[in-house]
């Protein structure tokens, strides 16, 4: 069974840094994993995703420039992190981290439908 647990979500001042971590379990190989998040009333977005195989990272509008999608560097490379700087009001959400079987133009898109897998969520709250 496929599990993905999230942490290291908090509240911080707007300007702050916060540093999520997403730690998988139950599977051997997973083609990219993947960070999104919803604010209440608002639709999921993807935020940032990245490719387990070469390293090669997408990120939102929103987050390119502030955000930092990266993997542990051990074989398994099943702990993802979003370092999240210079936060804003905007940002407060819950983020949930995202796991795909496959590769895909979805992935890339940081697309809900390209992710197979997901964990319960990590609130993160941005004061002003």
């Known amino acids: 069974q496929v599990t993905l647990v999230e942490s290291g979500g908090g509240s911080v001042a707007a300007g702050g840094s916060l540093r999520l971590s997403c730690v998988g379990s139950?599977?051997?190989?997973?083609?990219?994993m993947g960070w999104f998040r919803q604010a209440p009333g608002k639709e999921r977005e993807g935020v940032a995703a990245?490719?387990?195989?070469?390293?090669?990272?997408?990120?939102s509008a929103s987050a390119k420039g502030r955000f930092t999608i990266s993997i542990s560097q051990d074989n398994a490379k099943k702990t993802v992190y979003l370092e999240m700087n210079s936060l804003k009001p905007g940002d407060t959400a819950m983020y949930y981290c995202?796991?795909?079987?496959?590769?895909?133009?979805?992935?890339?898109?940081?697309?809900?439908?390209?992710?197979?897998?997901w964990g319960q969520g990590t609130q993160v709250t941005v004061s002003s």
């Open positions: 139950g599977y051997n190989y997973m083609s990219a």
């Open positions: 990245i490719y387990t195989g070469s390293g090669s990272t997408y990120y």
């Open positions: 995202a796991a795909a079987a496959r590769f895909s133009a979805e992935v890339v898109s940081i697309r809900e439908d390209g992710f197979n897998y």
